[in-house]
C-alpha cells in the first residue's frame, strides 16, 4: 500500500499569503497519478487537481499542482477568505488508492 | 447539474446489515465508475470499494472485503453498498463519487454523504 504524508499538519496564514502544502509518498505513484482535494467543515471534498496539476472544471487558476514520482505540491497563490479548509491529497497509480491525513489551512 | 444523492444511513447494532443507496443524475451514469469513500468522524479518507461502467469489475479495501458487496443498476442510475457483519469501525460518513476510470480513479463529483453509526 502507497502511504501518503502530507505536510504540515496545519498552516496558520493570512488572506492574501501564498500557500504551499506538500504530499509524498513512500513510493513512486507513477508519473502523475495525483489529486488533490479540498474539504470544507460539514461538505463533501471536491476535486481541485487531477493528473498532478490539472486543474478541474471550474477551479480558479490561483490553485496550482506540480511534482511527480513520489513528491507533489498544493500552491494557493494567494489565500481567499473561502479557501481556508482540509486538503487532501490521492494517489491512484496503485491499488488500494490512498488518502493522505490531510493539511489545514487556517486563518492566522 | 452532476448530483449524487445518498440514502440509506442510519443507528445499527455491532454485527448487523444496512444497505446504502446512491441515485446519481446530470450525467451518462452507464459510463462511469462508481465508488464509495467513507470518513470516520473528525478523521481523514478512506478508499471503501469501487465497481467498473458495466459492473464487471469490483474492488474492495482489505479492510471491508468479505462484509461489503457493492453493485450497481444502470437501468436506474442507482449504485448501492450492501453491508454486513459491521463493526464499531464502520462509522462513519459515506460518500458515493464517480470517475472516469475504474483502474485509475480520480474522483470527479462527490455525493453529500450519509452517516452510519454502528453502535449498542
Known amino acids: 500500500e502507497i502511504v501518503l504524508t502530507q505536510s504540515p499538519g496545519t498552516l496558520s496564514l493570512s488572506p492574501g499569503e501564498r500557500a504551499t502544502l506538500s504530499c509524498r509518498a513512500s513510493q513512486s505513484v507513477g508519473s502523475s497519478y495525483l489529486a488533490w482535494y479540498q474539504q470544507k467543515p460539514g461538505q463533501a471534498p471536491r476535486l481541485l487537481i487531477y493528473?498532478?496539476?490539472s486543474r478541474a472544471t471550474g477551479i480558479p487558476d490561483r490553485f496550482s499542482g506540480s511534482g511527480s514520482g513520489t513528491d507533489f505540491t498544493l500552491t494557493i497563490s494567494r489565500l481567499e477568505p473561502e479557501d481556508f479548509a482540509v486538503y487532501y491529497c490521492q494517489q491512484y497509480g496503485g491499488s488500494p488508492w490512498t488518502f493522505g491525513q490531510g493539511t489545514k489551512v487556517e486563518i492566522k | 447539474e452532476v448530483q449524487l444523492v445518498e440514502s440509506g444511513g442510519g443507528l445499527v447494532q455491532p454485527g448487523g446489515s444496512l444497505r446504502l443507496s446512491c441515485s446519481a443524475s446530470g450525467f451518462t451514469f452507464s459510463s462511469y465508475a462508481m465508488h464509495w469513500v467513507r470518513q470516520a468522524p473528525g478523521k481523514g479518507l478512506e478508499y471503501v470499494s469501487g465497481?467498473?461502467?458495466?459492473?464487471?469489475?469490483?474492488y474492495y479495501a482489505d479492510s471491508v472485503k468479505g462484509r461489503f458487496t457493492i453493485s450497481r443498476d444502470n437501468s436506474k442510475n442507482t449504485l448501492y453498498l450492501q453491508m454486513s457483519s459491521l463493526r464499531a469501525e464502520d462509522t462513519a460518513v459515506y460518500y458515493c463519487?464517480?470517475?472516469?476510470?475504474?483502474?485509475?480513479?480520480?474522483?470527479?463529483?462527490w455525493g453529500q454523504g450519509t452517516l452510519v453509526t454502528v453502535s449498542s
Open positions: 493528473a498532478a496539476s
Open positions: 463519487v464517480n470517475s472516469g476510470s475504474y483502474s485509475r480513479p480520480f474522483f470527479d463529483y
Open positions: 465497481i467498473s461502467s458495466n459492473g464487471g469489475n469490483t
